[in-house]
């Protein structure tokens, strides 16, 4: 059975040498106990339990899935008791506040824990992924009292929570909602309706599962603008920290997933709930923006868990299986064929996986340091420093979502390729990993959305290009200052010329709009991939820079990490980041051909 190793010592490189997490964490009131020695620990026991743990339940839950027994939901054996270890070790509270139980380091913290978690078991991790986006809705909009009765024991891990969204009729269109809330005269509601596609929605690894509903008040206005947020427990709290009396929200069934079948995908059934408004009426779909980008930053580890895991596992296969002789000349004449390893087609397979997951890691955590300064604004009250970080981190959103889960399932597809047949064989685990890694380009908003809300919202329509320039301009000072590093300039000139490009691109596609409104949704993926290559390729600039500067000086790893470092940055430029401008051509494209052909003329069945 294949297993996962933490990859601690990229990690602590992306850290350490390429963010400077600890200067970092100096700067920031949660920071105080995050030294570079706890930091350490933290991460090797994570990467411990994530390998003893975790892994070895990732292909039996699979296999298992989870039942549907009257009504309650059976987790795969094995995983109440992984639950239970993770809980009394601490994990959920890793990130959440003190006074609500928790441990008060930087959120970056969280996101590092879930990478580690979601590599090894990304079922598993969806678990407690759900509540901690719940614990972030709740800790930003709720009352003092609501935080009282439900951050504690979800800090604790004792309780579960999920968010509910999806209806039958609508998916990313929350403006049909029909979930309806009668208020009651005690000051709380009734909520009835039904959810679907909700993760987590009913399990038994916790004592509790506290949804976030979305749902109408009577008279509300038509469409988002008349929506509101209630949390609905499944039980409902006792006064004294513990459950009471069941609540009328039940699991209708289980949706028949393609993958990550270990993780609860309910439609649930409110029946007549109790339910506790959370921030303002008709506000809801604000709110719950704070647990939504929490859950696309949380889905982005999705592209690189798979990548990561389907590399390791690939490159393991590579390096024992025997084919033919590599094109050279023999490379292990002592056998009777050489490793894959040998054959170019199979290096450029591998190198794009290794080149994807590094590249996807140290975006995540560029991304996490503007977490945690956001994060903090609102802790600290101070909102004009929340919004303008939460604004940096919102354009960086998209793109981490929907270009990392699109790579990452580009990797997961290569780790099946790399086995041939034997990848298309459940024993050994690669063809899980696609099954699993599918889903990630679809919830939390698809592929599509996630373009639409870049090109469309962030860029076009909030900022008239303006999130491009401030992004870009961070780009080339950096290329600027990098051109006198022999081993450096060429990527450094390379970014100078796209973060040029990137602004053009985005005044032609404005000036575009303005003619023909089809442009926006025509050029919004290829502008999307676009955005996450060059952005991708400044995470390579960087660590290269890093690798360079550390074989002149020295560095905490070895002359050979660094080197590994320049080879693949290399390999990026050379190979992955010309992608960009097959997509710069696709962007610029009339929308003519896609929206002349008549829908009655797109088959001839007849």
């Given at each position: 059975?294949?297993?996962?190793k933490?990859p601690l ?51 039996s839950?699979?296999?298992e ?29 890793l ?8 441990q008060?380091l ?13 590599t ?6 969806m678990?407690?992924?759900?509540s901690m986006g719940?614990?972030?809705t ?11 009765t ?7 891990g ?12 609508c998916?990313?269109?929350?403006g049909?909602?029909?979930t309806?809330?009668?208020?009651q005269e005690?000051?709380s509601?009734?909520?009835s309706?039904?959810?679907?596609f ?5 399990h ?7 949804h976030?509903?979305?749902?109408r ?7 988002t ?17 513990g ?21 609860a ?5 409110f029946d ?8 303002p009426?008709n ?19 999705q592209g ?23 094109l050279?000349?023999?490379?292990e004449?002592?056998?009777?064929a050489d ?14 996986q290794?080149?994807?997951?590094e590249?996807?890691r140290?975006m995540l955590?560029y ?28 354009f960086?959103?998209?793109i981490?979502?929907?270009f990392l ?13 790399v ?11 690669m ?11 679809l ?11 870049l ?13 491009v ?9 950096f ?12 990527f450094?000139v390379?970014l100078?010329?796209?973060?040029a ?23 919004a993926?290829d ?17 290269a ?6 074989l002149?000086?020295g ?9 590994a ?24 494209s009339?929308?003519?051909?896609l ?10 069945t007849?």
């Open positions: 059975m294949p297993v996962y933490a010592r990229d990690m602590k490189f992306l850290l350490n040498e390429v963010f400077d997490y600890p200067g970092h964490y100096t700067r920031l009131k949660t920071g105080e106990n995050a030294t570079p020695d706890i930091v350490d620990a933290i991460l090797n026991e994570c990467g411990k339990f994530c390998e003893e743990v975790l892994s070895p339940l990732y292909q839950g699979d296999e899935g989870c039942k549907l027994d009257n009504g309650e939901v059976i987790t795969p054996t094995g995983y109440r008791e992984a639950y239970q270890q993770y809980a009394q070790g601490g994990w959920q509270g990130s959440a506040p003190e006074a609500y139980g928790g008060g930087p959120a970056s913290m969280g996101l590092f824990k879930q990478e580690m978690m979601g090894a078991n990304w079922s598993f991790s678990y407690p992924g759900l719940a614990m972030n709740i800790f930003l909009h709720g009352s003092e009292d609501q935080k009282q439900y951050l504690v024991p979800l800090t604790e004792r309780w579960g929570g999920t968010m509910c969204l999806t209806e039958p009729q998916g990313t269109d929350l049909q909602v029909k309806k809330a009668a208020p005690d000051g509601f009734k909520l309706g039904t959810k679907i909700i993760s987590s929605g009913d038994d690894l916790t004592e509790n599962i506290v976030i509903v979305l749902a008040l009577p008279d509300a206005p038509k469409g603008r008349g929506i509101s947020l209630f949390i609905v427990p499944k039980f409902l709290p006792d006064g004294n920290g459950v009471g009396k069941a609540n009328g929200v039940t699991c209708g069934s289980l949706e028949k997933k393609m993958g990550i079948k270990a993780s995908t309910c439609v649930m059934n007549e709930a109790t339910g506790f408004l959370i921030g009426e506000e809801g779909l604000n709110c719950m923006f704070t647990f939504m980008n929490t859950a696309r930053i949380g889905t982005a580890i690189v868990g798979p990548a990561e895991l389907s590399y390791q596992w690939a490159l393991d296969y590579a390096r024992d299986r025997r084919s033919m002789r590599a050279s000349g023999k490379k004449p002592d056998q009777v490793s894959l390893i040998h054959h170019a087609d199979v290096r450029r397979m591998l190198l794009t290794k080149a994807i997951a590249g996807g140290a955590y991304a996490a340091r503007l977490a945690d300064h956001m994060v903090e604004g609102h802790t600290t009250g101070d909102e004009k420093k929340a919004d303008a970080y939460d604004d940096r981190l919102g960086l959103t998209p981490l979502k929907g889960t699109e790579l990452g399932n580009e990797a997961a597809n290569l780790g099946v390729q086995f041939g047949g034997h990848g298309y064989i459940r024993e050994h685990g063809e899980q990993i696609v099954r699993d890694t599918r889903i990630a380009t919830y939390e908003g698809t592929t599509g959305i996630q373009a639409l809300d090109l469309g919202r962030k860029v076009l329509l909030m900022t008239q290009g303006g999130a320039r401030e992004f870009t301009l961070k780009v080339a000072n290329a600027r200052k990098t051109l006198t590093d022999k081993r450096v300039r060429p450094s390379e100078l010329k796209l973060t490009q990137w602004n053009v691109l985005t005044v032609r596609l404005m000036l575009a709009a303005r003619k023909d409104r089809d442009v926006v949704s025509s050029a993926n502008f999307l991939m676009y955005s996450g290559y060059v952005t991708m390729a400044y995470m390579w600039a960087r660590m820079a890093v690798a360079s500067d550390k002149e000086k560095g905490s790893d070895s002359e050979d990490f660094y080197r470092k320049l080879a693949t940055a290399e390999f990026y430029y050379e190979r992955l980041l010309p992608r960009a401008q097959a997509h710069a051509t696709g962007m610029l009339p929308t003519r051909s929206m002349q052909l008549a829908p009655e003329h797109m088959a001839f007849d």
